[in-house]
């Protein structure tokens, strides 16, 4: 676990972008082995929206990293955080409750703010009007939520006291996750819904993308399943029942268009129809 640590404290952005990259590459082919859903789209076609949205995390993402590490420089040299808190432990259960806390705050908290609050709601709006979920999916964030999203890694990364090391190994471990959970593959039901007990799996994510509620607002969890079954927030689907997209703004076209998605959070707010009829 030492060694592990050790990397990711030290990891090239090289390897950074390799993570990413392999990870679309690795899930992409799969999705065309073993699919969930047979769709027949364009999907490079579908992809570029996606991928552009990828782009400007990494845009908004790269220049306000630098007050992660100074922040965690502090913590760390302060002995400051709910980690740092605790009774000494062995290394591998503090790097575990440092992730498991860091995708609480910086995850499943901030997911769960930006479906209760309406503007945050409508910037999250662009990722769940994809109307075909797949591993391109998984990045699909406006920058405005990109740069929500970076403010509750901070809140983390500061109330959680997490070392360079940890920070990087949670970030790494929450692209390829949120990659694989968003991914168009068809696992085993059981092989899913036993991973589903400690990870986000495929099946359970995607009921999160369902078009209506209650079922968007359940399993915001990004890496951790436990946050929405401690918080209640879990739900079950059967996955060949499930519709992509959001039912008040059903609008395939401005979906798939960079401009219409740029625009997307300045749109009136459209209240969501609540049901379970309508499945």
Do not use: C
């Amino acid at each position: 676990m030492e060694q592990i640590i050790d990397y990711f404290e030290n990891i090239p952005t090289l390897h950074r972008s390799l993570i990413l990259v392999g990870g679309i590459t690795f899930f992409w082919i799969l999705e065309g082995m073993a699919p969930l859903f047979n769709v027949k789209y364009k999907k490079w076609k579908h992809a570029i929206p996606n991928l552009f949205f990828t782009l400007t995390t990494i845009i908004v993402n790269f220049p306000l990293a630098f007050l992660l590490l100074k922040t965690s420089d502090w913590v760390v040299a302060n002995d400051f955080g709910i980690i740092n808190w605790l009774p000494v432990m062995p290394l591998w259960l503090y790097a575990l409750l440092g992730l498991m806390l860091l995708d609480l705050i910086g995850a499943y908290l901030a997911h769960w703010v930006e479906h209760k609050i309406k503007p945050l709601w409508m910037v999250h709006l662009v990722h769940h009007s994809d109307h075909h979920v797949d591993t391109t999916t998984a990045n699909r964030h406006h920058p405005l939520e990109s740069f929500i999203r970076y403010v509750f890694t901070l809140i983390g990364v500061f109330v959680v006291g997490a070392p360079v090391g940890i920070i990087m190994l949670y970030q790494s471990l929450s692209v390829i996750l949120s990659q694989f959970n968003h991914a168009n593959i068809k696992l085993p039901v059981k092989v899913d819904r036993y991973l589903s007990w400690f990870l986000v799996s495929p099946d359970m994510h995607k009921v999160h993308h369902h078009y209506v509620l209650p079922y968007t607002d359940s399993n915001y969890g990004n890496i951790f399943s436990i946050w929405d079954r401690l918080f209640g927030t879990y739900m079950y689907k059967d996955r060949e029942t499930i519709i992509y997209g959001v039912d008040t703004f059903p609008d395939e076209k401005e979906n798939s268009s960079i401009k219409g998605l740029l625009r997307q959070p300045f749109h009136k707010y459209r209240k969501p129809t609540t049901t379970l009829n309508q499945d």
